[in-house]
């Protein structure tokens, strides 16, 4: 009774009442679950010279990673991780319009951690695998573990269309999948949909820019490969670079 009741006291103090709080911490946490999983599978294709993983299975692990950032996310915040749905459902009246910086701030912060987090589960590997030199271009680059990068042949006005058509799917999918006056999906299983829908545009759309799709995913970690020694060629256009793995 009394180890009862110390729990009971400590969940108590524990719980967050703060509904702003709660959600903050929810998609902190959905988005680092999910560029967690994505990342780790593009670290696993990339250092194992893709004897353990290939391009299908980077395209999966992000996939697979949003659906357990819905799972986690989805009855708190809405499981956004990613600004660009953060901004329609503002501009669908969804989400206060003084809540948008708030939630890009901390999806591009999950996002930034979870790079981190990767970085230090492959930190051998990624010795090993690029001869102790971080390198953005290359034959032995791991830059693109973390971020993605054009096609050498994509001109920029091709790249800002292949960005464009791919987040916009993943928006009207994701809407389409959520719309009750549409066939509705059962429920529970609605992150599954959504990841089926990632996995459809990454098998489709992935050859130009590897179709990041979300700008705190691609910036979190992108900044993590500047300060952790990649250094400001992460941020240039630089030919001869491959690119990451898909992810929502």
């Known amino acids: 009774m009394g180890t009862a009741s110390i729990l009971k ?6 719980r967050i009442r703060n509904q702003l709080v709660r959600e903050c911490l929810a998609e902190l946490l959905a988005i680092f679950m999910l560029i967690l999983i994505t990342l780790g599978g593009s670290a696993q294709m990339v250092t194992t010279f893709e004897t353990k993983g290939n391009i299908l299975t980077a395209y999966l692990a992000g996939a697979l990673g949003v659906m357990v950032g819905i799972y986690m996310a989805g009855g708190v915040s809405g499981a956004h991780m990613n600004p660009a749905f953060s901004l329609a459902m503002c501009l669908l009246a969804q989400l206060p319009w003084w809540k948008f910086p708030i939630f890009v701030a901390m999806q591009t912060l999950g996002a930034f951690i979870a790079a981190a987090a990767v970085y230090a589960l492959y930190y051998d590997a990624i010795q090993h695998y690029s001869n102790g030199t971080l390198a953005t271009s290359g034959p032995r680059e791991t830059a693109s573990i973390f971020a993605s990068y054009p096609a050498d042949y994509l001109s920029l006005s091709s790249g800002f269309l292949d960005q464009v058509m791919s987040t916009a799917l993943l928006l009207v999918g994701i809407l389409a999948i959520l719309d009750t006056r549409n066939k509705g999906v059962p429920k529970g299983l609605e992150p599954l949909a959504v990841a089926l829908l990632v996995l459809s545009i990454e098998v489709s759309m992935a050859s130009n820019c590897s179709c990041p799709m979300n700008p705190a995913r691609d910036f979190g970690p992108r900044l993590f490969t500047y300060v952790a020694g990649w250094g400001a060629e992460v941020f240039r256009w630089v030919e ?9």
Not at 9 to 14: F, G, I, P, S, T
Not at 240 to 248: E, K, L, S, T
């Open 9 to 14: 006291r400590a969940q108590a103090l524990l």
């Open 240 to 248: 001869g670079r491959g690119q990451g793995g898909g992810q929502g």
